[in-house]
């Protein structure tokens, strides 16, 4: 090759033709749509992560001072006047849903304690697993990510490679100095999509985690509960 035409060819390869704005904007519009998307999908998993972030620090703090509350001597009627004013999640949505089933059953006429520590214990199991499902709330979005996220940027990696060999083949010059940007491109798609993916699954296993952690609480707190009213059971029996 004449050095003349290496030297013309090299020249337009500026720094700035390489920038990461540079690299998508000369991008194949398929592969610009998936970058654009795997850009909005990492931007969603930050959402999803202060979110959550947020939400078990306030759970956690809930719970502690519910707790404090509870082992306090306060009697469990005055406590459950106060929680059942106002709407609750978490420990306190648990032993209000308790008391309310164990109200309702001292209020009745028939005043029968038959099945009364089977209601009380069905009623705690539908609280916690309500109450997971709104700690797990957007976590498969994580996983979605954090799985296909990868694998989305390297159909854009691909297809941008084929776009480079189709111009390669067009230009009918395979120096490097052609081919490097194209193939620059395409891979700039595959960066977009672990970082995407990295957080996502850092995020999911770290939030997937928590929410083990704090059903263990809810149901550790359920057992507990559970025995001090069928101590009641049996003394009022």
Not at 117 to 146: F, H, N, P, S
Not at 175 to 187: H, K, N, Q, T
Not at 199 to 208: G, H
């Amino acid at each position: 090759m004449n050095p003349a035409d290496v030297a013309q060819s090299v020249l337009p390869l500026t720094s700035s033709d390489l920038s990461l704005f540079a690299l998508f904007w000369q991008a194949h519009w398929i592969v610009k749509t998936v970058m654009i998307g795997l850009l909005l999908c990492s931007v969603w998993v930050w959402a999803i992560a202060l979110d959550k972030t947020v939400l078990f620090a306030r759970t956690r703090r809930s719970m502690d001072r519910f707790e404090q509350a509870f082992w306090s001597g306060q009697s469990l009627e005055e406590l459950y006047r106060t929680l059942s004013a106002k709407p609750s999640h978490s420990m306190a949505a648990l032993f209000v849903a308790a008391m309310r089933e164990w109200k309702r059953s001292f209020e009745s006429q028939s005043r029968s304690f038959a099945g009364l520590q089977m209601r009380i214990e069905k009623v705690m199991d539908v609280t916690i697993a309500r109450e997971v499902e709104r700690l797990e709330r957007r976590l498969l979005v994580l996983a979605t990510v954090g799985s296909a996220g990868p694998f989305v940027g390297l159909f854009g990696t691909v297809w941008g490679i084929m776009t480079s060999f189709q111009s390669i083949a067009a230009s009918k010059n395979t120096s490097l100095a052609v081919v490097a940007p194209g193939i620059a491109e395409a891979l700039f798609a595959t960066a977009i999509g672990l970082v995407a993916a990295i957080p996502a699954t850092i995020f999911y296993n770290k939030f997937a985690s928590e929410v083990n952690k704090q059903a263990q609480r809810l149901e550790g707190f359920a057992d507990e509960f559970a025995a001090i009213l069928s101590r009641q059971i049996d003394e009022r029996g």
